[in-house]
Nanobody, 124 residues
Framework: QVQLVESGGRTVRAGESLKLSCVGSDSRRTFTRYAMGWFRQAPGKDREFVAAIGETAGTTYYGDSVKGRFTVSFNDAKNTVWLQMNRLKPEDTAVYYC???????????????WGQGAQVTVSA
């Protein structure tokens, strides 16, 4: 059973930075073999791919709306993923979800494991 726990969500002002964290665990202790990533969902909208990082080479992928502003990274143990968000905009306001699976997908349907979500609100 894979568990993902996000933290770091809060309200910030436009232009500020915020860092989200997600700690993953697996009862079989094989969590280092998972790719991890982030999606977000704003009220009334579909879930949107934000970023992901591969489990081996650490290759990163980003959604078009966050490229150049957000950075996804792993810790050395590969059980914690961070999302550094810079130059935040009001349109970044959403619930941010941590995801994990054996592969990387830009579609939400591709990811089996999801965290509970962390609210990020960016005020103008």
């Amino acid at each position: 059973q894979v568990q993902l726990v996000e933290s770091g969500g809060r309200t910030v002002r436009a232009g500020e930075s915020l860092k989200l964290s997600c700690v993953g665990s697996d009862s079989r202790r094989t969590f280092t073999r998972y790719a991890m990533g982030w999606f977000r969902q704003a009220p009334g909208k579909d879930r949107e791919f934000v970023a992901a990082i591969g489990e081996t080479a650490g290759t990163t992928y980003y959604g078009d709306s966050v490229k150049g502003r957000f950075t996804v990274s792993f810790n050395d143990a590969k059980n914690t993923v961070w999302l550094q968000m810079n130059r935040l905009k009001p349109e970044d306001t959403a619930v941010y979800y941590c995801v994990a699976d054996r592969g990387i997908y830009t579609s939400a349907q591709g990811w089996r494991y999801w965290g509970q979500g962390a609210q990020v609100t960016v005020s103008a």
